[in-house]
């Protein structure tokens, strides 16, 4: 484990390597205990570098077996190995020369999960970001691009599948039952995308012809026996090699492509150049054992990782601080072919949900950071919703700018200035503003900047002139290490609407800058008036959610009841509805706090009513208007002095109001939704079975009975309907024999099957209240759990602390000291996930009085121990600051 050394790397600090190595020749004798690796590696002292310059080399938990210069044992005392670094003087004078290293690893006892480890048997890698030197002493950093050649030997009883990166080579028999392949990959690449996967696996193949007429072999490799569940990934796959061919011009350029699913992986899945891995949760799924968002969730990843072929791989970042050049960019393309593949709207208002619960939390906590950071202490722990989400949301924010058509010529002069380079986030934003000929200077405050901005909005309308007038005032708040911000380009797409939500086409517009449909905002404060209004508008701000931004509006509560009914927007006719919601559930948060009880207007109830019946709605919009805002997102709109408990309490008062007033039509509309026939994993009956599902909890809680939900658990023919009948029973009937005997039979049904187990423990980790606790602990115990397991860890301790929020902010602090414990216990296995996990208390400071002294008097447990890893020190401290 990399313990913590308080060293801390800056942007500005970067300098190119004083070497290159062109060629990278790997040998792999695998062993479980012990494996050997030989590489051999051609390299060359970078012109202008002194003769005399030292190699030193990247290495992490290595034991130097042999090293070689051209052949011969150098000097005892010309070369220093400890286990993370390799250093070597007295090199050639031409300063061209083959090193050859020998190293020596385990396999078997890394638990880390990256560098080369073991995962149910299989041999598997993970590099990024800093893992291969795990496996040899390497210059371990992104801008080190070289040509790979490799040879797996192994035995061909435990791994008669060897796969690496690139084309296949070579094959064939050694004696004592072992075998080898050879791989090589002709595209020059970093470190962190080289992949080896050895192992028995079962596997599909199909083949896919490029738009140039390239014959390419698909495979996607899973356990023995699981193969049927991988055939919504191979399709999804192909569906994406399509896709970049028509949206972006971007063809695949090997003979393979290759998937492979394990079952310890620490993240989603890694992008490795023609060796995919991935997270078994995002290839796996039947209609039985998969929920509709278990289909969006593999369609959506297997994208992304398709998509770094060219916006990753073919370019690839500078260094670590450029990290959102490749994972914003490529998680836009991947938000692109999903709302392409499903319903635009109910994709794009997930992805705002997605980024109001994650990304306006971290940026409005002690762990913010700008989409590209400018210092860091451990990487690994940038791997965040900012530079993912946020970051996405800027190159949205470009295309919305720029237009369709400007977008995609410099998307075009990207891949064709770039391909093959390093690229940093400056040469992003030229290729932008060389196709479109804009000053995109102050644009590119998004990526230092961080902080969610805040846009007062206030209007003005002048019957006489007819002229109604917006004045937008902007405001960013001091994160770490920002204490003052300037103000950005924020591009506000909008519509002005008249009766029945038609749109006012105004005259002209004057002030601040206004192109068709986008108030381009720059200054902290200005004004745009516009002319020939006939009638007082009601304007629609922030179109399509087009900057991720909040809004306080002076819009009143008809305004925004009217926008609820007829904005033709979907986002923002959605958003006037939560924003409605949120007014009510925060202001009986407030209430019940106070010991008052709950108040809702019948107005409320109608509008919700009106849009739950109206056919004319897609089902999946009407399923997302009718999923009352979770208790997090109600946590988020008070802000400060939190008490889940009486966030709770309103939000179940909401509930069961409306569930009580629309019962019978509810259960109409329920009865009217049932689907007989076979499962379709479509956009369109996924959004029947989410509207369906809502309607469950509605009309569960309104019967008060577990009735309907146990029997809708035990007639469904599909893990959607299972899933969320079984959700309905622990949130609201917990304890009562229907439940107890629904979670007998799931785990009877599934015992065998770890990752669908999953569902189990996480429902139960949400369960409300303050028998939470007790729960996960005894479910610890399981004979499914273990804390080696990132998806088992996840789903009950990080279920539990994200997303339980009356069960883990107990008032006694029991649930914050039990996840201090469990943190220090995983992060002796592995650092990388115990640091993800305790981002669950970035918000720690919201909480009332008592709650916080519990959270900060854990949060100190867990930074006073010593020889903590670098990854949870980063965390815990930045956590305190
Ligand atoms: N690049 C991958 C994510 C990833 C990052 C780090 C990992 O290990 C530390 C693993 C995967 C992606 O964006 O999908
Ligand atoms: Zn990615």
Redesign the pocket.
Known sequence: MRTDTGQVFHLDDYKPTDFLIPETQLDFALHPERTIVKSTLQIERRQGIAADAPLILDGDELKLIDIRIDGAAPGDNTYVATPDRLEIRGLPQNGKFTLELTTEINPTTNRQL?GLYRSSNVYCT?C??E?FRRITYFLDRPDLLSIYTVRIEAERSEAPLLLSNGNPKDKGELTNGRHFATWHDPHPKPAYLFALVAGDLGVITDTFTTASGRHVDLGIYVEHGKEPRALYAMDALKRSMKWDEEVFGREYDLDVFNVVAVSD???????NKGLNVFNDKYVLADPDTATDTDYAGIEA?IA??YF?NWT?NRITCRDWFQLCL??GL?VYRDHEFSADMRSRPVKRIAEVKGLKAHQFPEDAGPLAHPVRPRQFREI?NF?TSTV?EKGSEVVRMIRTILGPDLFRKGMDLYFERHDGDAATIEDFIKVFEDASGEDLSQFALWYDQAGTPNLAITYDYDQATKTFEIEIEQSLKATPGQPSKKPMHIPVQFALLGTKGRELKPRSAKGGLVKDDVIHLRKRKERFSFSGISERPVPSLLRGFSAPVTLTSELTRSDLVFLARNDGDEVTRWQALTQLLNAKLTSNSKRVRGGKPATIENSSIKLLGDIAFNPALDEAFRALCLSIPSESDIARELGANIDPDAILGSRDALVSAVGESLAERFAELYDLLDHNGPFQPDAASAGRRALRNVLLDYLSVADNTPKLAAAQFSKADNMTDRAAALGVLVQRFSGSDATCQALRSFEERFGNDPLVMDKWFIVQAMQPGNEALGKVRGLMTHKLFSLDNPNRTRALIGAFSSGNQTGFNRADGGGYRFFAETILTIEKKNP?LAARLLTAMRSWRSFEPVRREHAREALATIATVTGLSSDVRDIVERTLA
């Open positions: 990256t993970q990024e970001a893992g992986f620490n993240m989603g899945a890694m992008e990843v992304h990782e770094h990753g490749k994972e490529t690994n791997y993912y990388q």
